[in-house]
């Protein structure tokens, strides 16, 4: 399959956007002097969180309350160790210590996985955070861009199941198989930062046609 690069602006000197700025369902609204390298300039270490919940948005009123979902499994790579590390409910004050002391790095986590994290009194303001999600929509131009579809064009690989199956293994108490995929979410995540890191670029996969290639600054 082919694939097109797309043309983006030169890249700009960039500084730290607080994590309170960033919506659930809006991108970033960047400038040319907002954007997040001062972030990868400032922490020598990262880590790459994502977690599953124990209900879905429906269960709660809907995406507003999404601080009620309660968390099943939580995951993080950690750079400094090269472990990927599991944290079950009671266990996430040990991932909120590390939040603190890395950069932390998710796919659409200010948007989710942070805002559920609320309630266990984890506060995004007190991290340095940064949203791939968030800093490939400005790149691209593309809203709700899937980590699926920069994983397949990017690494050819992709996700292995989807939240609405971690939360059913919840409520069948099967929380080993909800860690194998919150692991494996984590690893794709850490491979594409990684890839977009190494070679400045990342790929989208399109629903028809070629994939697209957009730069990133994650240096």
Known sequence: MSETTAVAPAAKARIRLAPSYWLHDNAVPFSDDIQPASLFLKNRHYLVVDIETQKIAQDVGGWDHIDKLGVSVACAYDSKTGETLAFR???????????????????NIIGFDLKVLTSYGFDSKRFDVFDIMLDVQQTSGWRYVKLDAIARATLGSEKSADGLQAVEWYRQGQIDKIIEYCKKDVEITRDVFVYGMKNGHVKIARAEGASSTFPVQWT
Do not use: P
């Open 89 to 107: 409910e009671n266990e996430l004050e040990k991932l909120h210590k590390l939040c603190k002391e890395r950069l932390v790095v998710g796919y």
